[in-house]
């Protein structure tokens, strides 16, 4: 079974979101939490934002902050027929 991040780092780089702009990396490490705990997606601000601000010893506020970043490349200038 391929690893988890990488897999979805490759789904990233399709949609157009490389790791290295800002924000990449906490929006990878969501998805990875989420994969692996779906129940997150209920409680987006209580649940997956602390965990993954704990994960990189910052803020959940910063967190929600940064993720915005690559989704809005992502949809500016990203392939848009693989994001759909």
Known sequence: ???IE???QNILNEIGVPIH??????LREAIC???DNPG???AIDEMLYPQVAKIF???PPRVDRQIRYPI???CDRGDL???Q
Request: hydrophobic share 40%; no cysteine.
């Open 1 to 3: 079974m391929p690893n």
């Open 6 to 8: 990488s897999s979805v």
């Open 21 to 26: 702009v800002p924000g990449g990396p906490y």
């Open 33 to 35: 939490i989420a994969v």
């Open 40 to 42: 997150v997606m209920n």
């Open 57 to 59: 010893q910052t803020k």
């Open 72 to 74: 809005e490349i992502a």
């Open 81 to 83: 027929d693989t994001l």
